[in-house]
């Protein structure tokens, strides 16, 4: 009888103590998953907001004085009409698909999917991830700061064909332009896994003891792998040459500059010579107005590069500063080279330089140093300097405003550099990996620098083929030039019927 009490009691007590070890890992597990969800910063958000507004500042007004600065004066409001056309109709567009197609949804190595277009499921209460483990925008800042930047790129190329294009061929172009080769190299470079399901995919697949789990783990690793893009995550077309960590591009040296800058050259190649070229004076008619579009490109810049960390910190901080002092050396850079090899130091050669620094540091700007952003932009201006004065006239092509020279060539130098500035060892951030113990990853100098010249070979490649392919169709539709006597009155009256100037 004794016994038969005890051993009920020693039954009873182990029956409690194992509803308890129950109720708590109930409770456990009902408290992990009650835990709230990340909310967007105010901080961030308003920095987000706010280098949205700066990025659309440099296309207008900023890219259209530029431009139209370098232009003659029967040609200035033809630039600014190109300008902020182009702005508005990819506003559209990127609300349409483009950003359902570009980062919006995850689709695959090549391509996102058509789950947001026409920004379907986007609400207020839509977030984003940044690149932290559980720091999140909302999605209609993202969405937003990521249209300003298919804005510019396209009216990038007007420079390089400017004073002889029909509009309404521009028009087409680009509206084919982005669809066809923006969209893509957009997606190929910056779709990207949020860092927390990376980071949370990683985790079950060490804490995986049975085969089925690690089958498992390994199998999200996959599908969030497959919806990014292939130059991003080094995987698809450049598996066999890249490792790691794929290409860097802060800010969009191969999607942006690199992108319009061969799209331009093939598109004055294609377009052909001004009347007169090279043997008439076409002087920038008004370098007043160049510099005022330059400094409004520095200005914005900030928000470009600095934008683009999606947060304020201080890699926000240290993306800012590149971009700073990478502009100050490419400028002063220039301009001191200028004055060695023709004599005279120009406005024109200081405002190119900052231009060319601006644009080599941007794939660099969160991931080099300082003193590595300034060597770089110390080396950039010697480069596109002798792209614009030598080569250019070598070749015999006529890139009006030199967006090859400047935009491909300098984002080329950018984008290369990066892969040795982000070394840890030269004043560099190094490689994030989410997937790994406190999110360092391996960096090994040639492999990264190879994962930049597959990224750069791909977006000349994409970029210039298809361009080439897409002025054709244009020229077959309502061709590419303005007649030969629209030309010599200027594209003012004769496209827009209005002048930039009434004198």
Known sequence: MNKLFKSRTALAVALGVSALALGASDVLAQAAAAAPAPVPNKGDTAWLLVSSLLVLMMSVPGLALFYGGLVRSKNMLSVLTQVMAIVAMVGLLWCFYGYSISLGDGGGYYLGGFGKAFLKG???????PTFSNGVVVPEYAYMVFQMTFAMITPALIVGAFAERIKFSALLLFVFLWVTFIYFPIAHWVWATPAPDDLAAAAKALAAATT?????AA?????ELSAGAGWINQGKGVGEFLMHGSGALDFAGGTVVHINAGIAGLVGALMVGKRIGYPREAMTPHSLTLTMVGASLLWVGWFGFNAGSNLEANGTTALAFVNTMVATCAAAFSW??????????PSLLGLVSGAVAGLVAVTPASGYAGPMGSIILGLIVSPICLIFVSKVKYAFGYDDSLDVFGVHCIGGITGAIATGILVAPSLGGVGITDYTAANNVGTYVMGQQV???IVAVVSTLLWSGVGSAILYKIVDMIVGLRVATDVEREGLDTAEHGERAYNY
Do not use: F, R, T, Y
């Open 211 to 215: 085969d089925a789990a690690k089958q």
């Open 335 to 344: 301009l001191i080279v200028e004055w060695l090899l023709k004599g005279k």
């Open 450 to 452: 190879m994962s930049q």
């Open 122 to 128: 986007i609400d207020a209460n839509s977030v984003s």
């Open 218 to 222: 390994q199998g999200k690793l996959d």
